[in-house]
């Protein structure tokens, strides 16, 4: 019941905390555009896109640290928010291509063929988002008896491979400074390296681990 | 007889803020700030300390880009690349009150008659100065139209007498990370360097800038004087020169160290050959409206040379422009 309970009140705040990034880029645009303010700068097309591209993957690392954090202070509920982070990720990311698309090349179609096409960092990005599209549709409950448990964990340990690309998509993308991907891609590192280490310790003999 | 009318919406003289005040202004918001704990808000607020500004007295009206409309000078003075002061955008707008452009040093050495040290008085004192509006295009497809007031480098150059040694035209940003927050890191290999060939610094259109809208220029667009070459891409316009060497042989360039693949010694403005990493078909004309507006703006298609084929076309005769890019 005490679960039950605190989901109810967790649930929406994960909710409206993941949607916290979207409400200050919608107000910001607001802002500039009625107040004359420059939250996103004289060039908002480009700050758009970076910015929903970072959500998308602060989302994915977030996404990737709950297990961890369930694990080291045995709070297995927290899992029960997972998938609505890993959800919002991806609803980052559609945004984040869109912006691309829609204002950045304006719906220039061919011109966007060409970008998959011949520039390796965009097509990183577009790999990355068709991984996460299995992700999202088999992300109901109804899919996870269909596909069966097991399989669906397995499927589902595409994020691994796909927080790998996006962040390589972040770096390719750089100019010069390359602060913000590397530490992305540490945290990255650390969590991946959690499950390798976690992998271990349970396949150890079970006379070594009861000891 | 002039008559003066008074509209409701005009500043009275009592109004004005005296020049003392204005020059302290920023001290006393900063005070205010402190006070207040207000200097932990974002750092977009403290972006609106800005800097004082001064006019310079006698600027020269030329017929260069009449027709452009231009950039507010809120919009060049609050987005920029200018990594000496951080990688954002708005990082030099924010950091850039850090340089200190007076007294102002520029060394000319090399193959000159004339070389040594220089004030920046000594620089730009006998020479008129002329404003011309430019396009500016950044290699990262945006573009700008901006009022440069400056000197044709040419004239400049042509008072230090170089020798026939001289081929090329090698320039040196200030390295201090007290005054450039930014060299603190690695982001580029200090000191920005950059350089043209002779024939291409003695252009007509080629000019030392030394403000921008009549007034000094402002410490985060390269004060006190930098390089601006309207046919080629943004970067080559060095800013905050402090060292001219006239030298023998292509001298280094910063980008095209950072990434030989991606930027070129020539680095000329052309829409038929793309970055590697985007097109550079069109470009985002950044007026200086934010918003919706500029959100929403149609694209601009890109002009070879940057519309200036016509006076710097024939420097590049016979020359593949796909291999010297």
């Not at chain 1, 790998?164 to 993308?173: A, D, E, P």
């Not at chain 2, 990262?140 to 040694?165: C, H, N, Q, Y």
């Not at chain 2, 603190?184 to 043209?196: F, H, I, Q, S, T």
Request: net charge positive; charged share 25%.
């Amino acid at each position: 019941m005490a679960i039950k309970r605190s989901r109810m009140v967790f649930k929406p705040l994960v909710f409206i905390t993941s949607l916290l990034p979207l409400g200050w880029l919608i107000f910001a645009l607001y802002s500039d555009t009625v107040l004359g303010t420059k939250y996103m700068t004289a060039d908002p097309i480009q700050k758009l896109d970076r910015e929903l591209g970072d959500w998308a993957l602060i989302l994915i690392i977030i996404s990737l640290t709950v297990r961890p954090l369930a694990e080291i202070f045995k709070k297995g509920e927290l899992v029960a928010y997972r998938r609505m982070i890993g959800l919002f990720a991806f609803f980052y990311v559609c945004l984040h291509l869109s912006a691309y698309v829609g204002l950045n090349l304006q719906l220039d179609i061919d011109e966007f063929i060409k970008d998959i096409t011949k520039r390796i960092f965009i097509t990183i990005g577009i790999i990355t988002f068709t991984l996460l599209l299995p992700l999202a549709i088999t992300s109901t409950k109804g899919m996870i008896k269909r596909i069966g448990g097991k399989r669906w964990q397995k499927l589902h340990m595409l994020i691994y491979p796909i927080s790998l690309l996006g962040v390589f998509h972040f770096y390719m993308m750089v100019r010069a400074d390359f602060t913000r991907p590397s530490i992305y891609l540490a945290i990255i590192l650390v969590l991946l390296g959690y499950r390798i280490w976690a992998k271990r310790k349970k396949s150890r003999p079970k006379k070594v681990a009861a000891a | 007889m002039l008559i003066k009318t008074t509209k409701a919406s005009d500043v009275k003289p009592s109004e004005i803020t005296s020049k003392d005040a204005f020059l302290n202004r920023r001290k006393f918001i900063q005070t205010a700030a402190i006070v207040s704990g207000a200097s932990l808000l974002p750092p977009f607020v403290s972006s609106s300390f800005a800097a004082a500004r001064t006019k310079y007295p006698n600027v020269k009206k030329t017929a260069y880009g009449e027709a452009e409309k231009l950039t507010t000078y809120d919009g060049l003075t609050e987005y920029n690349n200018f990594y000496e002061f951080g990688t954002g955008k708005s990082d030099p707008s924010r950091n850039a009150h850090n340089l200190k452009p007076e007294p102002w040093t520029v060394e000319i050495t090399g193959h000159a008659a004339k070389t040594g040290k220089f004030s920046f008085d000594d620089i730009i004192k006998p020479h008129q100065l002329e404003e011309r509006n430019y396009r500016l295009r950044c290699v990262e497809a945006w573009s700008m139209v901006i009022p440069w007031v400056g000197i044709p480098l040419a004239d400049i150059i042509k008072r230090f007498e170089p020798t026939s040694k001289a081929k090329y035209v090698a320039f040196e940003t200030l390295v201090d990370p007290k005054q450039m927050p930014g060299q603190k890191r690695n982001a580029l290999d200090w000191p920005y360097v950059e350089g043209l060939r002779m024939d291409e610094a003695m252009n007509p259109l080629t000019l030392m800038a030394v403000g921008v809208y009549g007034e000094h220029m402002p410490n985060q667009n390269g004060a006190p004087i930098r390089l601006i070459v309207p046919w080629k891409y943004g970067f080559k316009g060095i800013k905050s020169i402090v060292k001219i060497s006239f030298v023998e042989k292509q001298p280094p360039a910063t980008w095209n160290i950072q990434a030989p693949r991606e930027y070129g010694f020539y680095s000329n403005v052309n829409p038929n050959i793309d970055h590697p990493r985007w097109s550079q078909k069109k470009e985002r004309r950044i007026t200086g409206e934010g918003g919706l507006t500029a959100l929403f703006a149609p694209k601009i298609k890109t002009q070879f040379m940057n519309g200036y084929a016509e006076e710097v076309a024939a420097l590049y005769k016979g020359m593949d422009l796909k291999k010297f890019f």
